[in-house]
């Protein structure tokens, strides 16, 4: 009978609602029903997968947060805190009590405590849980695996192998994103730096209290279990090809992303080449109403858990819809007839593109109205990869025109999406950094899918790597890397790249009319990366489970951030 670590009480205790005990004793009697290898792919497909992603359309559950649905929207602290993003809320004219810029106010302002926004309540952080609870059910599959291939059961091999492949990339996965999330970037010269997360690679219960791995320790175990799983892959007769399961290509595709950021550019080079089977959709041929971060889409690799925009970067208006009794229809025949009268209002959504980032497209760049729109009140430019069916028309950021969706497709993580321009990306910039010219073909094996005109590429150097970022940024804006790199690119040995975050600040006000409106304060400023913010670049581990582990887990100082403006206690407790 095997049962979680230690570790796994200090998640338990970080926010799930059942004991350890009753969880413990349920989880071992689950594993005692494990018989035959489809019993362990199904504990995978059941338990070691995130959910299988879905979309928040906008007006959804604004001011829940916390509800199920809510508690598996992971990845959504990445996204509101680097330089891609602003805060956006409209004067509204119907009130919610709580808005989404609200509720998250504390990630967008790297506050010491990120996870308390403006309303005083805190976000409950379900990444931390999540990810080691699942962590612990992949340990056990491992462990299982070889039991059950002594038993010589006729037809598992298959099985067995693909899910040994799919567990062990689910892994690395799963501690690349909580390194990236909790830890310190990787960095070349300094991989011993303390501040990475715990390593727990076995199902046995050790008493000990956890503290941090290095960053250099869970970066070696990353790189070690995509090259088991890929071992995994490649005893099978017949590899499945679907993008919502872990494959050899998906393993490639990590594995090229983890070797640029440790800056182990041939390595990234050479699983980048083995990849194939996959493209470049053109956004010429692209119609501005359908979807493009689709799981059906031939750039689409791997993908895994919510696509979560419109929670973040939802519309400013909403479709209200009211009832009444035709009262001139009852007095004259006595019959009830409802009128149904549907009105469109202005409402207080929260985040859009941040004045910067939109300065980077113009009508050159097919990238403008197939990843972007404008909201329907304040003509904010916003992120609509994915068009999820809306019941308010938005705009052509290119034509002005109404659009409306069509809502093609299954759509793609906003957090997990491995996709072949990141690899032609990862590519380019490694043989930029190592000075091959080869990167230029390599860019413009992507940029010719996504301009009208090829602009001027640079030949090579800096401006070269410049180059290449700056497309990194366009090409995978919103998909969860802009705040990854901005790390690694701080801690970059070859071409290092520093840069401070300002964000621009709101709160709830009432102007002289008496209408409530969103007002804006002033700034919070991010310091570039550095031994006095370092700390403000990463979310703290939950202190629930610091204060489990006895000292023996600790997080940084969250020095380096700065804002002119301060929110009087009496107004935020009305907020």
Same mark, same amino acid.
Request: net charge neutral; glycine share 4%; with cysteine.
């Given at each position: 009978m095997k049962k979680y670590s230690i570790l796994w009480f200090a998640v338990l205790l970080c926010?799930?609602?059942?004991?350890?005990?009753?969880?413990?004793?349920?989880?071992?009697?689950n594993l005692a029903y494990i018989e035959t290898a489809s019993d362990l792919e199904e504990l995978l497909l059941g338990s070691g997968y995130q959910d299988p992603a879905m979309t928040i359309c906008p007006g959804a559950a604004i001011a829940t947060f916390g509800n199920k649905t809510q508690n598996r929207d992971f990845m959504t602290c990445i996204h509101l805190m680097d330089d891609d993003i602003k805060e956006a809320p409209a004067p509204v004219a119907k009130e919610y009590k709580t808005r989404s810029w609200q509720i998250v106010a504390g990630y967008y302002r790297w506050a010491d405590d990120p996870a308390i926004g403006l309303t005083g309540i805190a976000v409950q952080d379900y990444i931390w849980a999540d990810f080691y609870r699942r962590i612990a059910v992949l340990n056990s599959i491992i462990s299982a695996i070889p039991e059950q291939r002594s038993k010589h059961k006729f037809g598992e091999e298959e099985t067995l192998n693909q899910v040994g492949g799919e567990?062990?990339?689910?892994?690395?996965?799963?501690?690349?994103?909580?390194?990236?999330?909790?830890?310190?970037?990787?960095?070349?010269?300094?991989?011993?730096?303390?501040?990475?997360?715990?390593?727990?690679?076995?199902?046995?219960?050790?008493?000990?209290?956890?503290?941090?791995?290095?960053?250099?320790?869970?970066?070696?175990?990353?790189?070690?279990?995509?090259?088991?799983?890929?071992?995994?892959?490649?005893?099978?007769?017949?590899? =499945?090809?679907?993008? #919502?399961? &872990?494959?050899?290509? $998906? *393993?490639?595709?990590?594995?090229?992303?983890?070797?640029?950021?440790?800056?182990?550019?041939?390595?990234?080079?050479?699983?980048?080449?083995?990849?194939?089977?996959?493209?470049?959709?053109?956004?010429?041929?692209?119609?501005v109403t359908e979807s493009f971060a689709t799981l059906e889409s031939v750039e689409t690799i791997f993908s895994h858990g919510p696509h979560e925009a419109y929670w973040i970067f939802g519309d400013d208006a909403e479709l209200e819809i009211s009832s009444r009794i035709d009262i001139d229809h009852l007095l004259a025949t006595g019959?009830?007839?409802?009128?149904?009268? =549907?009105?469109?209002? #202005?409402? &207080?959504?929260?985040? $859009? *593109?941040s004045p910067e980032f939109e300065g980077l497209f113009d009508e050159n760049d097919y990238r403008l109205n197939r990843f972007f729109s404008r909201t329907r009140y304040a003509k904010n430019l916003v992120p609509r990869k994915y068009k999820s069916k809306i019941s308010i028309s938005e705009y052509d950021p290119v034509s002005m025109d109404t659009v409306v969706y069509a809502n093609t497709g299954t759509p793609a993580s906003t957090g997990g999406w491995l996709r072949y321009?990141?690899?032609?990306?990862?590519?380019?910039?490694?043989?930029?950094?190592?000075?091959?010219?080869?990167?230029?073909?390599?860019? =413009?094996?992507l940029m010719q899918y996504r301009y009208k005109k090829m602009p001027t590429i640079p030949s090579g150097g800096k401006e070269l790597v410049d180059?290449?970022?700056?497309?990194?940024?366009?090409?995978?804006?919103?998909?969860?890397?802009?705040?990854?790199?901005?790390?690694?690119?701080?801690?970059?040995?070859?071409?290092?790249?520093?840069?401070?975050?300002?964000?621009?600040?709101?709160?709830?006000?009432?102007d002289a009319g008496g209408s409530v409106i969103a007002e804006k304060v002033g700034e919070t400023t991010l310091e570039e990366y550095n031994d006095n913010s370092f700390g403000s670049w990463m979310i703290p581990i939950p202190q629930s489970v610091i204060e489990f582990c006895d000292g023996n887990m600790k997080n940084p100082v969250r020095g380096g951030v700065t804002a002119n403006f301060v929110i009087e206690k009496e107004e935020e407790e009305t907020l």
């Open positions: 926010g799930l609602s059942t004991s350890c005990k009753d969880f413990l004793n349920e989880y071992s009697q567990t062990y990339f689910l892994r690395a996965w799963y501690y690349f994103m909580l390194t990236n999330i909790y830890g310190a970037p990787y960095d070349k010269s300094n991989p011993n730096a303390t501040w990475g997360v715990p390593l727990k690679l076995s199902e046995e219960v050790i008493d000990i209290y956890y503290s941090r791995n290095t960053v250099g320790e869970v970066y070696a175990s990353i790189e070690a279990d995509l090259k088991k799983a890929i071992e995994f892959f490649k005893l099978l007769s017949s590899p =499945r090809k679907n993008a #919502q399961h &872990g494959s050899i290509d $998906a *393993c490639y595709a990590l594995l090229s992303r983890v070797y640029l950021y440790m800056e182990r550019y041939e390595d990234c080079i050479e699983v980048a080449n083995k990849i194939e089977g996959y493209g470049v959709k053109s956004l010429s041929s692209l119609p019959e009830i007839v409802m009128i149904t009268t =549907r009105t469109v209002k #202005q409402n &207080g959504w929260s985040y $859009a *593109c321009p990141e690899i032609l990306l990862n590519k380019a910039e490694a043989q930029a950094c190592l000075g091959q010219s080869e990167a230029v073909s390599t860019l =413009r094996s180059f290449v970022r700056l497309e990194r940024r366009k090409e995978l804006c919103y998909e969860g890397h802009r705040w990854f790199d901005l790390r690694r690119y701080a801690v970059n040995n070859t071409y290092p790249c520093k840069r401070a975050i300002e964000h621009v600040c709101y709160q709830i006000a009432t």
